[in-house]
C-alpha cells in the first residue's frame, strides 16, 4: 500500500506518523492492514503530514481496475 511505502521511505514509525499527523497510531495500522479504509479527513492530515498530494496516496488504489459501470457486451 501507498502509505506503508511512503511512511517507510522516510524512516518513519508509526508513533512519528502519528504525531506528525495528528491520528491515532491504532488508525495508522488498521488503514495499512487494510481493516479500515479511513475518512476522507483522514487522508487529508495524511497528505499534509507526509507533505504529499492526496491523490498520490490514492493513484495505487486504480492501478489495473477498470472503471465502476457497467460492462460493455
Do not use: N
Amino acid at each position: 500500500m501507498e502509505l506503508a511505502r511512503l511512511r517507510a521511505v522516510r524512516g518513519w514509525t508509526y508513533d512519528e506518523l502519528a504525531a506528525r499527523s495528528g491520528l491515532a497510531r491504532r488508525t495508522l495500522i488498521e488503514i495499512e492492514q487494510g481493516r479500515t479504509i479511513g475518512t476522507l479527513k483522514t487522508w487529508h492530515a495524511l497528505a499534509h503530514a507526509l507533505d504529499t498530494p492526496l491523490d498520490d496516496l490514492f493513484s495505487t488504489l486504480c492501478r489495473g481496475h477498470d472503471l465502476p459501470g457497467p460492462s460493455e457486451g
